[in-house]
């Protein structure tokens, strides 16, 4: 867009300038400077962090980041780590440790229920790419859906209808007041024995020491974490070590400026042709 002048942190010049804002993990009250903004613009899909800014300028719209290779990213993250439970790759990892030859059976993937929370942009497309391979996906959002292939669950009260029978659970809810913590001893309680947890949505979304005790138990024999309540995760963090978690730096799907830039700019093309935004974020919803 040879027509915006781009300015970047910290050149920004003078700040009633700017029109749009394009930001992610901002110190708190950093946008209240900018007192003629259009929009901000979230680098990510999620906004919570920008939403608990309390010196988020009011009245400004917020748009998240909705993108081609960020949901590509996920939907390639979560067939590899489906595929990797379903085909009992943590198992064969102990059989090799200990010099072991056996090959184990998985079940057929019409049999192996695959659990998604969340079923919006990146929730949608992995329930989509499993149904694809055979899975009987079950997934759960906030409002009712109708999605070809997918078992659909909605709200807090079909949570245990959805949970008591999913063997590999996907978290991809946006971090709400709703959903923080949603990942926790109560909810484990009602998956089957030895289910696996797959969590690439916040890492506030899990109560940590609810899942130590649950891998304990076998409740849920092994979890792949992206995103945890503190991030870099601390160095002494039990996470670190713990056999039967994989631990992977927020890294599921990462924003690619190629294609990032291409969203931002037609978004920012149509606020200045006088047509509505797109992705803009419900600041009462949290999403
Ligand atoms: P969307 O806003 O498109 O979808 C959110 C989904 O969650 C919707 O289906 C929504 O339901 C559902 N939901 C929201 N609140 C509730 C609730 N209280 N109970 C049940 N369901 C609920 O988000 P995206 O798919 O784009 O992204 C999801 C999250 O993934 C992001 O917020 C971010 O935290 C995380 N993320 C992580 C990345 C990583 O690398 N680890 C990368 C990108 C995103 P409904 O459809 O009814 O509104
Ligand atoms: C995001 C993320 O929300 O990378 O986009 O976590």
Known sequence: MPMLEIRLWPDAGDPAEIDYVLAWNHPDGFLMRFSNLRAIYSMGA???RLLKDPG???GVPIVRMVDPSLVAGMNEFVLMR???YHRRMPEY??????????PLR??????????IMGLGQL????AASLAGLGFAVRGWSRTPKSLSGVQCFAGIAQLPAFLGETEILICLLPLTPETEGILNATHFAQLPQGAFLVNVARGAHLVE?????ALETGRIAHATLDVFRAEPLAADHPFWTHPRVAIIPH????????????TVAANIARDRAGEPLQDVVDRQTGY
């Open 93 to 102: 990892e102990v059989q090799q440790r200990a010099g072991l030859w056996g």
């Open 251 to 262: 890294a599921a799907a990462l924003t690619q400026p190629r294609t990032a830039a291409r």
């Open 209 to 213: 020491e609810d899942l130590i005790f």
């Open 106 to 115: 998985p079940p057929l993937a019409e049999d192996r229920k695959v659990g």
């Open 123 to 126: 929730g949608r497309t992995c």
């Open 56 to 58: 988020l300028p009011e």
């Open 46 to 48: 999620g906004v919570d």
């Open 82 to 84: 489906v595929l990797h």
